[in-house]
């Protein structure tokens, strides 16, 4: 199947769109970041935004040059996924989340909506990130000059669950099937499988084996 662009859309010279791969109204693939004078992402030239097989930029969404958008990825209403990305297949970016430069994302991961993803993330494969989960990758929010070498967003784990606004500090790891309870704001490493809860986190209990993913290790 060929390709589908809606008349509204727009999409950058170059950009590759996989068979099948659909680019909704008013939606925007492809996009070369604008930056401020100050601002500390990296200055390059970028390669076009590829958009793999199946795949679904909905209405209004923008996805920036750069980026590599995996097969049957959705990424839905007024979402935005920086440069530098890349999605593994069948991922989802729920309505209104943003996913910053610089972040990779496991295949069958869901980051719901109003998600908040940092710059220099690492989200490993099926993953679920709950609404308004909000990551950070920045201990001094922008003074002294050693932040530079020290920004660094999550890395979270294979099959890990964060609950609804929970907050993850800067270069935290949730580890493999851990569980982040909703509103939880995690200021250290959480071992995997285990359940935390509270500011700060802490440990509440372990994962039951029935939740885990089969064949966990």
Do not use: W
Request: proline letters at 6%; charged letters at 20%; aromatic letters at 4%.
């Amino acid at each position: 199947m060929p390709a589908e662009v809606h008349p509204t859309a727009v999409v950058h010279p170059g950009t590759v769109l996989g068979d099948g791969a659909r680019v909704l109204e008013y939606a925007v693939v492809g996009k070369q970041p604008v930056l401020s004078p100050r601002s500390t992402a990296k200055r390059e030239d970028l390669p076009p935004a590829e958009i793999g097989d199946g795949a679904v930029i909905s209405t209004g969404a923008v996805v920036f040059a750069g980026t590599a958008i995996g097969a049957r990825v959705i990424v839905g209403d007024q979402a935005c996924v920086r440069e530098r990305c890349e999605l593994g297949d069948d991922v989802v970016i729920g309505r209104g989340a943003l996913v910053e430069n610089d972040t990779t994302i496991g295949a069958l991961t869901k980051v719901q909506a109003m998600a908040y993803i940092t710059a220099y993330s690492t989200i490993e494969e099926q993953v679920f990130i709950a609404p308004c989960v909000q990551t950070t990758n920045d201990n001094f929010m922008g003074r002294t000059e050693k932040r530079h070498a020290l920004r660094k967003g999550p890395t979270i784990r294979r099959g890990a669950r964060v609950g609804g606004g929970a907050v993850l500090c800067p270069a935290v790891e949730i580890g493999e099937e851990a569980y982040v309870g909703a509103g939880a704001v995690v200021v250290k490493d959480v071992p995997p499988r285990v359940v935390v809860v509270g500011n700060p986190a802490r440990v509440l209990r372990d994962v039951p084996d029935d939740e885990l993913l089969s064949g966990a290790s």
